[in-house]
């Protein structure tokens, strides 16, 4: 789970880095994309609360931005005080302290394994949607930990795979265009990446569409 947190801040920061102000102004002209992002950002908040209903938990607070802005925003790490499992991180603005910057919410199972997270990130200069959303889905499956990402509009866009299979190491990562292509190969011949041992044990009766997870829960 840290391990995709580090990707979704990796991502993020490629994002602010490098500037997208061109897909900001999209944004801006495309009031369905607009209106969805925001209304998936609420509810992952919403689902952030909900999970601390009833729970007792601690939190830890820090201080982060990016090049140019480290003291940009003031996280909130929520963790469930029995079990120490992370729940949810937030980000607030310190200029605006009403203004969320960033929430992740995490989903565990029985074993104490995250089943699913959600995250949505605003920039810290154009607000009226969010700049990233994520929907990861989990599958663990004796020695191997996958998990495929989706956006809040229900776009598939990432897939990883790693552990060990039989005692060998495992590795798959494909992104957009890659899952394309498998895609498009296993319609037509049958064949390449998605059918592979490798990756059916790995990915199995994972969910292939994010549709039932729009609203997290």
């Known amino acids: 789970m840290r391990n995709v947190s580090v990707l ?15 897909s900001a102004e999209v944004m801006r ?6 209106n969805s992002w925001n209304a ?4 992952c908040y919403k689902l952030h609360l909900k999970q601390l209903e ?33 729940l949810s991180t937030l980000q607030w603005e310190r200029e605006n302290p009403e203004n969320l910057h960033s929430v992740a919410v995490y989903v565990y199972g029985e074993d104490g394994k995250v089943i699913r997270d959600y995250s ?21 499956n004796d020695g191997t930990h996958a998990f495929r990402s989706f956006d809040a509009s229900g776009d598939r ?8 299979i039989n005692g060998e190491g495992v590795m798959l990562s494909l ?26 044990h790995c990915f199995g009766d994972l969910e292939e569409a994010a549709d039932e997870y729009l609203i997290p829960k």
């Open 120 to 140: 949505a990130t605003y920039l810290p200069h154009y607000r009226n949607a969010p700049s990233q959303t994520l929907i990861f889905l989990h599958r663990y």
């Open 157 to 164: 866009i990432y897939e990883q795979c790693q552990g060990e």
């Open 40 to 43: 998936f950002a609420n509810h």
């Open 54 to 86: 009833g729970r007792e938990y601690t939190v830890k607070t820090s201080i982060g931005g990016y090049y140019g802005n480290e003291n940009f925003y003031r996280q909130e790490d929520y963790y469930d005080a029995e079990t120490g499992l992370l």
């Open 175 to 200: 992104e957009s265009d890659d899952i394309d292509e498998a895609i498009y190969q296993l319609k037509q011949n049958g064949g390449g990446t998605m059918a592979s041992p490798v990756y059916k």
């Open 8 to 22: 979704l801040f990796l991502i993020l920061g490629g994002l602010i880095s490098s500037g997208v102000a061109s």
């Open 29 to 34: 002209e495309d009031p369905t994309h607009v």
